[in-house]
């Protein structure tokens, strides 16, 4: 079965660009989420989608959005780079059931540098 | 809120020798707790969880973690330290309410001398 990938594994931008980043999840898996890891910060989880719907949000601007497609691809978008932006964004997957946790698969992350 | 303190930045072992690692968690009920580890380059591995039941838990790779309420800690451990357990090591909390929402420590970069 295949891994989480994330699409593209290595991003540079300037400030105030955009950038979209792509998660295709493991095949069956419904729920992804979206952290931040960024040296200073740690990992910062970002949002989380289930069913096409943003389930849990984290403390980010609103600069920081997301989707999930009926595939359960997953895509995030930054609006305004700002240097601080510049992390290391890692996806993960999990195939919901129930309420209860589920082991998350995270990919290996897009690095993005804002210049 | 819930968080998760990792106190030691970094770790140094001998090959073969023992290892802890120290979590300490703040949550107001039983929490569900996560250990992780990411090599140079890669993206999060599972190392093991407790969710409820016996406090000492086994994952892979030969680690295992015991879950303390007392001491709000689950601190992972291993008996005898390969060269190739070199990596970052996070603690991970369950956010109530949130299913798939963790919190994560700081992480703690454990390197392993021959």
């Known amino acids: 079965k295949a891994g989480v990938t994330q699409t593209p594994r290595y991003l540079i931008k300037t400030r105030g660009q955009q950038v979209t980043l792509s998660c295709s999840p493991i095949s069956g898996h419904r729920s992804v989420s979206w952290y931040q890891q960024t040296p200073g910060q740690g990992l910062q989880f970002l949002f989380e989608y289930f069913s096409e719907t943003q389930r849990n949000k984290g403390n980010f601007p609103g600069r920081f959005s997301g989707r999930q497609f009926s595939n359960s691809r997953s895509e995030m978008n930054v609006s305004t780079l700002e240097l601080g932006d510049s992390a290391l964004y890692l996806c993960a997957s999990s195939f919901v059931v129930g309420s209860d946790y589920n082991e998350q698969f995270f990919g290996p992350g897009t690095r993005l540098t804002v210049l | 809120a819930q968080s998760v303190t990792q106190p030691d930045i970094h770790i140094t072992v001998s090959e073969g020798a023992s290892l802890e690692l120290r979590c300490n968690y703040s949550?107001?009920?039983?929490?569900?707790l996560f250990w992780y580890v990411q090599s140079p380059g890669q993206g999060l591995q599972l190392l093991l969880k407790?969710?409820?039941?016996?406090?000492l838990v086994q994952g892979i790779k030969g680690f295992e973690a015991e879950f303390k309420r007392s001491q709000s800690s689950f601190n992972l451990r291993k008996p005898s330290v390969h060269w190739s357990d070199a990596a970052e090591y996070f603690c991970a909390v369950g956010v109530s309410g949130a299913t798939n929402k963790l919190i994560f420590g700081t992480g703690t970069l454990l390197a392993v001398q021959p």
């Open positions: 949550y107001g009920a039983t929490p569900y």
């Open positions: 407790y969710f409820s039941g016996d406090t």
